[in-house]
């Protein structure tokens, strides 16, 4: 069994760092105008909730769990507005960043080493709009990770618990937690041979109980099924589930944005490699580095398939966990040594806002 790495700060400071940290993003960003492509249309179709539309069915959306985080904060704020909209978005960043720095605290035992890698995670969670894929790409880190530390069923009902409710916040992110699961879940079976079909049961209890939401809805909401159904018939007749973009080499553009995109989707599948082999050999902080390895490669088809910032901000986020369990230097040593200051320097170095303004 992989040994679980030695805790840090507690679940509560982890939570007040998280909690700070989306609050002063969100201040920083109060100003921002809206971006009515895509921030405008989750606006829009949580205000259409909030007002009893049926995300799909009555508006162009993805799967309904966004809208319904969004309206209901507009509904305990009692306003429809886009600042209603921002604070939902902060509350769910500071979510994933919580989620984030629970898996990291095994390999950070500071305070402030912590809030300086939660920065890197939430200054990664951009465009704002994307905090949902996000947050879930780090919940699934998380939930990886205990269970490769403890392989018995109750942490396999969890995986398949994630892996089932991650269908109701969109299609394609089932998928890719569904991949990831799959091959861990074989792993946890190779390290756990005594108790295989207990752990294949109850990973697929949990998968029942997570799509359980998204199947109610389905059965009981009229017209939605069919406007599902209407959904992937379209994506299966183009031939795609993404609008197609090629991935540039990166000795064939000029663009900066383009070329460290394409420079990063060159390097991560060898982090995703590097981590999983030596996560693999079980050595010490193994169960992070390897679930994080395992999320981010099956997320990674998210950026090949769009090959821009955007869509990097979401696949990189588990291979950032990955990245500061090596750069730590935990896996060599037996306590951590990276300085806060270090991280921080590589936060602002490497960010996507530092990107754009390049």
């Not at 969890?158 to 916040?169: I, K, M, Q, R, Y």
């Not at 990189?316 to 806060?340: C, D, H, K, Q, W």
């Amino acid at each position: 069994m992989i040994p679980p790495e030695r805790r840090a700060p507690a679940a509560p400071t982890l939570a007040l760092i998280s909690a700070l940290l989306a609050a002063a993003l969100f201040l920083l960003e109060a100003r921002r105008p809206l971006d009515l492509s895509d921030e405008g249309l989750l606006w829009y179709g949580s205000i259409a909730t909030l007002r009893w539309q049926i995300p799909l069915r009555d508006f162009q959306a993805f799967e309904p769990a966004r809208y319904y985080w969004v309206a209901a904060f507009m509904r305990l704020l009692r306003s429809d507005g886009p600042v209603a909209l921002r604070i939902s978005l902060a509350c769910c960043m500071g979510l994933g960043v919580w989620l984030g720095l629970s898996a990291l605290r095994r390999v950070f035992s500071s305070t402030l080493g912590l809030a300086a890698a939660g920065s890197l995670l939430l200054l990664w969670m951009w465009p704002s709009y994307r905090a949902f894929e996000s947050t879930l790409t780090l919940a699934t880190v998380l939930v990886a990770t205990r269970l490769l530390e403890q392989p018995i069923p109750r942490r396999a009902f969890e995986l398949g618990l994630l892996t089932g409710a991650a269908w109701f916040v969109g299609r394609n992110l089932g998928a890719y937690d569904l991949a990831a699961s799959v091959v861990l879940l074989l792993w946890t079976c190779h390290i756990n041979r005594q108790e295989r079909s207990r752990l294949l049961g109850a990973w697929l209890g949990g998968i029942g109980v997570g799509i359980l939401p998204l199947l109610l809805y389905c059965l009981l909401v009229p017209g939605f099924l069919q406007a599902e159904l209407r959904v992937n018939e379209q994506y299966v007749r183009a031939g795609a589930t993404n609008l197609a973009k090629s991935l540039a080499w990166p000795w064939t553009t000029s663009n900066a944005e383009t070329l460290r995109v394409s420079i990063a989707a060159l390097l991560l599948p060898l982090l995703y490699l590097l981590g999983a082999w030596r996560g693999a050999r079980r050595g010490l902080s193994a169960a992070l580095l390897l679930g994080s390895s395992v999320v981010a490669a099956t997320y990674y088809h998210y950026l090949v398939s769009r090959p821009d910032l955007s869509h990097l901000s979401l696949a990189i986020e588990p291979a950032l966990v990955s990245a500061r369990t090596f750069s730590n230097g935990s896996l060599l040593r037996s306590r951590p040594t990276m300085s806060p200051s270090t991280v921080s320097i590589s936060s602002a170095a490497t960010s996507p806002h530092t990107v754009m303004s390049a």
